[in-house]
Protein backbone atom coordinates (compact mmCIF):
# COMPACT_ATOMS: atom_id res chain seq x y z
CA UNK A 1 0.00 0.00 0.00
CA UNK A 2 1.29 3.55 -1.25
CA UNK A 3 1.15 6.22 1.99
CA UNK A 4 0.19 9.76 1.05
CA UNK A 5 3.43 11.86 1.01
CA UNK A 6 2.72 15.66 1.36
CA UNK A 7 5.93 17.79 0.41
CA UNK A 8 6.33 21.15 1.22
CA UNK A 9 8.79 23.68 -0.38
CA UNK A 10 9.01 27.60 0.70
CA UNK A 11 10.39 30.42 0.84
CA UNK A 12 12.56 31.41 3.77
CA UNK A 13 10.25 33.12 6.27
CA UNK A 14 6.92 32.18 4.99
CA UNK A 15 6.16 29.88 7.88
CA UNK A 16 6.65 26.56 5.93
CA UNK A 17 8.05 24.54 8.34
CA UNK A 18 5.24 25.62 10.83
CA UNK A 19 2.46 24.85 8.60
CA UNK A 20 3.56 21.43 7.80
CA UNK A 21 4.54 20.61 11.25
CA UNK A 22 0.26 21.59 12.02
CA UNK A 23 -0.51 19.29 8.94
CA UNK A 24 1.66 16.20 10.42
CA UNK A 25 0.29 16.75 13.86
CA UNK A 26 -3.68 16.77 12.71
CA UNK A 27 -3.58 13.70 10.29
CA UNK A 28 -1.27 11.83 12.58
CA UNK A 29 1.96 11.89 9.87
CA UNK A 30 5.13 11.67 10.56
CA UNK A 31 6.90 14.79 10.23
CA UNK A 32 10.25 14.94 8.80
CA UNK A 33 11.93 18.35 7.85
CA UNK A 34 15.94 19.44 6.65
CA UNK A 35 17.24 18.64 10.49
CA UNK A 36 15.77 15.38 10.72
CA UNK A 37 16.98 14.55 7.20
CA UNK A 38 20.55 16.03 7.63
CA UNK A 39 20.51 13.81 11.01
CA UNK A 40 19.99 10.69 9.17
CA UNK A 41 22.53 11.74 6.26
CA UNK A 42 24.93 12.43 9.00
CA UNK A 43 24.53 9.14 10.58
CA UNK A 44 24.83 7.22 7.40
CA UNK A 45 28.29 8.88 7.48
CA UNK A 46 28.30 12.28 5.14
CA UNK A 47 29.12 14.57 7.02
CA UNK A 48 27.34 17.92 7.84
CA UNK A 49 29.96 20.09 5.95
CA UNK A 50 30.10 17.75 2.69
CA UNK A 51 26.43 18.42 2.63
CA UNK A 52 26.54 22.18 3.27
CA UNK A 53 28.86 22.64 0.50
CA UNK A 54 26.67 20.18 -1.94
CA UNK A 55 23.64 22.52 -0.60
CA UNK A 56 25.67 25.45 -2.11
CA UNK A 57 25.76 23.78 -5.06
CA UNK A 58 29.88 23.18 -4.79
CA UNK A 59 31.18 20.01 -6.40
CA UNK A 60 33.78 18.94 -3.99
CA UNK A 61 34.79 15.61 -5.49
CA UNK A 62 32.44 14.25 -8.12
CA UNK A 63 32.03 11.12 -6.51
CA UNK A 64 31.46 12.56 -3.33
CA UNK A 65 29.14 14.69 -4.43
CA UNK A 66 27.12 12.86 -6.07
CA UNK A 67 27.14 9.88 -3.18
CA UNK A 68 25.76 12.56 -0.98
CA UNK A 69 23.12 13.34 -3.25
CA UNK A 70 22.41 9.59 -3.55
CA UNK A 71 21.97 8.98 0.29
CA UNK A 72 19.56 12.29 0.10
CA UNK A 73 17.36 10.70 -2.56
CA UNK A 74 17.18 7.24 -1.20
CA UNK A 75 16.70 8.56 2.34
CA UNK A 76 13.76 10.67 1.27
CA UNK A 77 12.69 7.52 -0.56
CA UNK A 78 13.21 5.06 2.50
CA UNK A 79 10.69 7.63 4.67
CA UNK A 80 8.19 7.95 2.00
CA UNK A 81 7.51 4.21 1.51
CA UNK A 82 7.17 3.71 4.96
CA UNK A 83 4.44 5.69 6.37
CA UNK A 84 2.44 8.80 5.47
CA UNK A 85 4.20 12.37 6.13
CA UNK A 86 4.99 15.69 5.19
CA UNK A 87 8.37 16.13 3.99
CA UNK A 88 9.88 20.34 4.23
CA UNK A 89 12.28 20.82 1.78
CA UNK A 90 15.66 18.72 0.24
CA UNK A 91 13.95 19.28 -3.35
CA UNK A 92 11.29 16.10 -1.95
CA UNK A 93 8.42 17.33 -4.51
CA UNK A 94 11.00 16.33 -7.37
CA UNK A 95 12.96 13.37 -5.78
CA UNK A 96 9.38 11.57 -5.11
CA UNK A 97 7.36 13.02 -8.22
CA UNK A 98 6.86 9.45 -9.06
CA UNK A 99 5.33 8.56 -6.02
CA UNK A 100 1.46 7.96 -5.52
CA UNK A 101 -0.22 9.04 -4.03
CA UNK A 102 1.42 12.88 -3.29
CA UNK A 103 0.53 16.23 -3.17
CA UNK A 104 3.47 19.00 -3.95
CA UNK A 105 2.79 21.86 -2.21
CA UNK A 106 4.64 25.30 -2.32
CA UNK A 107 4.42 28.13 0.24
CA UNK A 108 5.73 31.50 -0.12
CA UNK A 109 4.81 35.01 1.22
CA UNK A 110 5.22 38.64 0.18
CA UNK A 111 8.67 39.68 1.28
CA UNK A 112 7.29 42.18 3.79
CA UNK A 113 5.81 39.04 5.71
CA UNK A 114 8.75 37.22 5.72
CA UNK A 115 10.89 40.09 6.64
CA UNK A 116 8.94 40.54 9.29
CA UNK A 117 8.82 36.83 10.28
CA UNK A 118 12.26 36.40 9.88
CA UNK A 119 13.06 39.70 12.46
CA UNK A 120 10.58 37.62 15.03
CA UNK A 121 11.97 34.38 14.50
CA UNK A 122 15.69 35.34 14.86
CA UNK A 123 15.59 38.79 17.00
CA UNK A 124 17.07 40.47 14.10
CA UNK A 125 17.11 43.89 12.67
CA UNK A 126 15.12 44.26 9.31
CA UNK A 127 18.33 44.69 7.71
CA UNK A 128 19.75 41.77 9.10
CA UNK A 129 16.67 39.80 8.45
CA UNK A 130 16.52 41.04 4.62
CA UNK A 131 20.31 39.58 4.44
CA UNK A 132 19.21 36.29 5.97
CA UNK A 133 16.51 35.55 3.21
CA UNK A 134 18.49 36.64 0.11
CA UNK A 135 21.48 34.81 1.00
CA UNK A 136 19.02 31.47 1.94
CA UNK A 137 16.82 32.09 -1.15
CA UNK A 138 20.14 32.12 -3.17
CA UNK A 139 21.62 28.88 -1.71
CA UNK A 140 18.37 26.64 -1.77
CA UNK A 141 17.46 27.87 -5.17
CA UNK A 142 21.20 26.87 -6.54
CA UNK A 143 20.82 23.82 -4.45
CA UNK A 144 17.36 23.09 -6.06
CA UNK A 145 18.61 23.97 -9.63
CA UNK A 146 21.41 21.62 -9.37
CA UNK A 147 19.38 18.74 -8.20
CA UNK A 148 16.20 19.39 -10.52
CA UNK A 149 17.05 21.85 -13.17
CA UNK A 150 13.84 23.80 -12.32
CA UNK A 151 12.96 26.88 -10.22
CA UNK A 152 12.01 26.13 -6.41
CA UNK A 153 8.59 27.81 -6.72
CA UNK A 154 8.39 26.38 -10.45
CA UNK A 155 4.02 25.69 -10.83
CA UNK A 156 5.15 22.52 -12.85
CA UNK A 157 6.55 20.98 -9.94
CA UNK A 158 3.53 21.68 -7.63
CA UNK A 159 0.45 20.80 -7.26
CA UNK A 160 -0.98 23.53 -5.44
CA UNK A 161 1.18 27.46 -4.47
CA UNK A 162 -0.48 28.78 -1.79
CA UNK A 163 0.30 32.40 -0.09
CA UNK A 164 0.53 31.67 3.56
CA UNK A 165 0.13 35.43 4.96
CA UNK A 166 -3.66 34.72 3.50
CA UNK A 167 -4.83 32.27 5.98
CA UNK A 168 -2.20 32.14 8.25
CA UNK A 169 -0.82 29.02 9.85
CA UNK A 170 -4.10 27.44 10.95
CA UNK A 171 -5.97 28.50 8.12
CA UNK A 172 -3.50 27.31 5.50
CA UNK A 173 -2.68 24.12 7.23
CA UNK A 174 -6.87 23.60 7.43
CA UNK A 175 -6.84 24.35 3.43
CA UNK A 176 -3.90 21.55 2.61
CA UNK A 177 -5.29 19.36 5.00
CA UNK A 178 -8.43 18.90 2.94
CA UNK A 179 -7.12 18.95 -0.49
CA UNK A 180 -5.02 16.10 0.64
CA UNK A 181 -7.95 14.43 1.92
CA UNK A 182 -9.10 14.55 -1.14
CA UNK A 183 -5.84 13.15 -2.97
CA UNK A 184 -5.76 10.20 -0.73
CA UNK A 185 -9.26 9.49 -1.55
CA UNK A 186 -8.02 9.09 -5.30
Not at 49 to 78: F, N, S
Request: proline share 2%; aromatic share 4%; with cysteine.
Amino acid sequence: MSHLVITIGCEYGAKGNQIGRKIAEDLGFQFYDRNIVDAIIYEVGIPGEIMEKVEEGVTIVADLTKRAIHVQKTIIRKLSDRESCVIIGRSADYILKEHKPILRVFIYSPDEVRIKNVMESHKVSEKEAKQIILETDKRYHKRHMALTGSNRGDRHNRDILIDSSLLGVDGTARLIETLAKQVEKQ
